[in-house]
């Protein structure tokens, strides 16, 4: 039962640690049956962000004892040689997963290039293919779902909150979160509810949430109000603030952060004001919840890649 003032904290890194721990041992499986799963990822230019994103999920790989390679073809690269790039990759039997970092340079059609990995081989789950099926209620372990939406799906489970016969609420209608979290509450038999930017009275609908997803971009945009007391918070957002006035407004009081803002000139914030993680039953912090099990989503779904497409 919930006591107000009391909420749980849902741990991402623990529940990642735990996700990698099972991953490895698939990995180890997989290789006395004669193959190691393999992850491509394609870094096109030299986007500072990007090339640390890129290298951790390489030093991830390695970890894990997945097989990985890092293709970084220049900025000026074209449309067609970064397809070229893809096609040769479809074809490789050692290759089970490709992944493209986002975003690509302004000139390269984005849309065409993720639509050309093979769906078998899309571990981001972003294929129109892969996207069909999760809204088609494929089981969990047949489809490569994206990342972010799978690694909410996976804290909730793991932490033994209940989806069926709930009521989610999910703002934000992306193609990377919303919509696909969406389809993957409804899998788990949620009532679920999506809202946006249009959405009117936003917080009547949000009150009535036993689960509420925020995937929305603004920071501390989700108030004490639009909480019903004692519901489940999952807060996919990361946003960089900047001012003190923003510092004082989401962390008053709060030494650490202050501390670390000094430092950086910055700090980090959800979608949700903490004050309303106060109100709430359990909570996903940032950082720390939804973020980390990202990497550890990409790796389970190489795995799961592989053993798809080998029948086991
Ligand atoms: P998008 O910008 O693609 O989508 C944001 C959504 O929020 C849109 O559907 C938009 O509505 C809606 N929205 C914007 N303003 C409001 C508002 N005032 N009221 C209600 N809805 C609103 O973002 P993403 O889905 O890609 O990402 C969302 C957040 O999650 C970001 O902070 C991002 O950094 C973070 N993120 C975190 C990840 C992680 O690993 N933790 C991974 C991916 C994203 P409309 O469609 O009408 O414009």
Do not use: W
């Not at 009391?6 to 991402?12: A, H, I, Q, T």
């Not at 803002?261 to 993680?277: L, M, Q, Y």
């Amino acid at each position: 039962m919930h006591v107000e003032g009391n909420p749980r904290v849902l741990d991402g890194v623990a529940i990642a640690a735990e996700i990698k721990a099972e991953v490895a041992q698939e990995v180890a499986a997989a290789r006395t049956k004669g193959y190691t799963p393999g992850l491509a990822v394609i870094l096109v230019g030299e986007v500072p962000a990007s090339q640390i994103y890129v290298r951790s999920k390489v030093k991830t790989c390695g970890e894990l004892g997945i097989y990985s390679e890092m293709l970084t073809p220049p900025a000026s690269s074209t449309t067609e040689e970064l397809l070229a790039m893809v096609d040769a990759l479809n074809k490789r039997d050692d290759i089970d997963g490709i992944l493209i970092q986002l975003p690509l340079p302004d000139h390269v059609d984005t849309n065409q290039l993720l639509d050309a990995v093979l769906p078998e081989k899309d571990v981001d789950g972003f294929h129109p293919i892969n996207a069909g099926r999760l809204l088609s209620g494929a089981a969990p372990n047949e489809v490569l779902a994206p990342c972010t939406p799978a690694g909410i799906i996976e804290i909730l489970k793991r932490s033994n909150i209940p989806m069926s016969g709930q009521r989610a609420v999910v703002i934000g209608r992306s193609n990377i979160v919303g919509k696909p979290v969406a389809s993957m509450l409804i899998n788990e038999s949620a009532t679920v509810t999506i809202c946006h930017s249009r959405t009117r009275d936003l917080a009547t609908i949000t009150r009535e949430a036993d689960i509420l997803v925020a995937a929305i971009g603004r920071p501390g945009y989700v108030t004490p109000e639009m909480v019903r007391p004692g519901a489940t918070i999952i807060d996919v957002g990361i946003n960089r603030i900047t001012t003190e006035a923003e510092v004082e407004r989401f962390f008053p009081g709060n030494a650490k952060r202050r501390e670390g803002f000094e430092k950086r000139g910055s700090t980090i914030v959800g979608d949700v004001d903490p004050a309303a993680f106060a109100i709430s039953g359990a909570f996903t912090p940032v950082p720390g919840g939804v973020g980390a099990l990202t990497i550890a989503m990409l790796m389970s779904n190489t795995v799961k890649a592989a053993k798809l497409r080998r029948k086991g």
